[in-house]
């Protein structure tokens, strides 16, 4: 199975490449975790519908979501092994 990639743009317009690492749910809304190809650096980013109804990736902005977010990658990455 090929590992699906993602084209993201930062806050400056500059494209960069990542690889899907895990995707997963936390009571009603669904995260993935991305790696960066060229210098494997990690983000966690969710998945909202947007109002044309498309799915769209976000920035985790608020802290506690985040820990949240971190803890459950860091609990299914432990399960993975």
Known sequence: MENE???LKDENGVEQEFELVMKF??????YV????????EAIALK????????????TV????EFKMVSEAY????????
Do not use: P, Y
């Open 5 to 7: 990639i993602f084209t």
């Open 25 to 30: 749910d936390i009571e009603d809304s669904e």
């Open 33 to 40: 975790i991305l790696t960066a190809l060229d210098n494997e």
């Open 47 to 58: 998945i909202v519908v947007d109002e044309s109804g498309e799915e769209v990736l976000v």
């Open 61 to 64: 902005e608020d802290e506690e």
């Open 74 to 81: 860091e609990a299914l990455s432990l399960e993975e092994e």
